[in-house]
């Protein structure tokens, strides 16, 4: 079955620490998404990327990052943390195609940020 | 951009009940729209998609949309619950044109509740 890894479920940094967050997919997907997600305000786009190193912003960038070195590894990055990033950061992955191709998740990294 | 708008932040119904989860989006000339679940503690999954073709669309647990273009909406809709459907539902849309790589458009979310 296909899969969409996420490295931690639960995480709690300190504001100001650089965190890291990994997905790995074993679909050999093309298209690969970091969403937040806040009670409310539904899924938010913060970044995406079509290729290895290629990445695009989405709605909110502001304050991350992204990593792409292989195909199958989408890192997110916050270089320095803040109490407002604390969120449920949600992985997903794609075929590619034209936008018909269905998302597979990962099952969400719970970020607190004391 | 697209943008998705979902009416309802929270419906509860009884056990058995029908139910209808309601979704518009901004027109385009052509939209691909999706609905997931997103069940306590777990990610997003795929419920039902409209590509093209037919406008009543069927998916997995029972469920069901219809496209209306002239009303750019898509609700969901199943004619009896249990209680096992409690979770958050989302729209999404894709900007069918191909522009935007596969990138989704998600509305705020519903939470169904379903009560015995």
């Known amino acids: 079955d296909v899969k969409v890894t996420q490295s931690s479920r639960y995480l709690v940094k300190r504001t100001g620490e650089k965190v890291f967050l990994e997905c790995v997919q074993d679909?050999?997907?093309?298209?690969m998404f970091w969403y937040r997600q806040d009670p409310g305000l539904g899924l938010r786009l913060i970044y995406f990327?079509?290729?290895?190193?290629?990445?695009e912003k989405g709605d909110i960038p502001e304050g991350y990052s992204v990593s792409r070195e292989k195909k199958e590894r989408f890192s997110l990055i916050l270089e320095s943390a803040s109490t407002n990033q604390t969120s449920m950061y949600l992985c997903?992955?794609?075929?590619?195609?034209?936008?018909?191709?269905?998302?597979?998740f990962g099952s969400g990294t719970q970020l607190s940020v004391l | 951009a697209q943008s998705v708008t979902q009416l309802d932040s929270q419906v509860p119904v009884f056990e058995e009940a029908p139910v209808e989860l309601r979704c518009n989006y901004s027109s385009s000339v052509s939209v691909y729209l999706f609905w997931y679940v997103q069940y306590p503690n777990q990610g997003l999954q795929l419920l039902l998609k409209?590509?093209?073709?037919?406008?009543l669309v069927k998916g997995i647990n029972g469920f069901e949309a219809e496209f209306n273009k002239s009303q750019t909406s898509f609700h969901l809709r199943k004619p009896s619950v249990h209680i096992s459907d409690t979770a958050e539902y989302f729209c999404a849309v894709s900007d069918g044109g191909g522009s935007t790589l596969g990138r989704l458009y998600f509305g705020r979310g519903t939470q169904l509740t379903v009560w015995p």
């Open positions: 679909m050999d997907h093309e298209n």
């Open positions: 409209y590509l093209s073709g037919s406008t």
């Open positions: 997903a992955s794609s075929l590619g195609g034209q936008g018909d191709e269905k998302l597979f």
């Open positions: 990327s079509y290729d290895v190193k290629m990445k």
